[in-house]
């Protein structure tokens, strides 16, 4: 296992529990593939294509559901 990094879901304001979204979605690719030549050779093909896009604004989404839970930001 790699470095342990991430040691809270609780973030200071919906801002940067978004960002932590976006790093959460971003670790879980390089998780997944782990080669960087491979994941440099593949980003042109997929920085083109509508459907990826949108299936990495999803996964981005479902990450922020989960920080926003933890964080209660529903409540205000």
Same mark, same amino acid.
């Given at each position: 296992?790699?470095?342990?990094?991430? /040691? %809270?879901?609780?973030?200071?304001?919906?801002?940067?529990?978004?960002e932590l979204a976006i790093t959460l979605s971003r670790r879980g690719v390089k998780y997944t593939q !782990?080669? /960087? =030549?491979?994941?440099?050779?593949?980003? !042109?093909?997929?920085? =083109? %294509?509508?459907? %990826?896009? /949108?299936?990495?604004s999803q996964v981005i989404a479902v990450n922020f559901q989960t920080v926003a839970a933890a964080n209660n930001y529903w409540r205000d």
């Open positions: 296992m790699a470095d342990q990094w991430l /040691t %809270s879901l609780i973030t200071p304001d919906p801002q940067a529990g978004f !782990p080669d /960087t =030549e491979v994941l440099h050779r593949l980003r !042109p093909v997929y920085a =083109e %294509s509508a459907d %990826s896009l /949108t299936a990495a």
